[in-house]
């Protein structure tokens, strides 16, 4: 019985944009001839932040929607945080790693997460505080 299935849904789409950010990083590496760090190469310090980026944001992001899905909270609340999720990753995914990056996408991105971060965040204390 998959007792998260909204969560579930996000996780594994998100699964593929960490491949695909790696797969980046990967690429530079290849072209770069850098097996650690970034060197002096600019496109594979963008790709690689683009990926701790992302390491560092979606867990907690995720947790918090695991949680609200276990609390109750509507599926329409949590599809729209898990897709504004979805598609802040992936703007500021692709906003990082273009040349020399496009500011409005990594905020759009930025934006988006901090808008689930909040929101999640804030349900679950007032769910906290009242019981």
Not at 42 to 67: D, G, V
Request: net charge positive; charged share 10%; glycine share 12%.
């Amino acid at each position: 019985m998959n007792t998260l299935p909204i969560t579930a849904l996000y996780a594994g789409l998100l699964a593929f944009v960490l491949l695909w950010l790696s797969i980046a990083v990967i690429g530079h590496r290849r072209r770069a001839k850098v097996s650690l760090g970034t060197g002096e190469d600019k496109a594979l310090l963008q790709a690689t932040r683009a990926h701790a980026n992302f390491c560092e944001y979606t867990p907690f992001c995720l947790i918090l929607l695991a949680l609200l899905e276990l609390g109750g909270t509507a599926a329409w609340m949590l599809h729209a945080l898990g897709l504004l999720l979805l598609v802040g990753r992936i703007a500021h995914g692709i906003g990082l790693m273009h040349q020399p990056g496009s500011f409005r996408l990594r905020q759009v991105g930025m934006l988006a997460t901090f808008t689930v971060l909040i929101a999640g965040g804030a349900l679950l204390v007032v769910r906290g505080l009242l019981g």
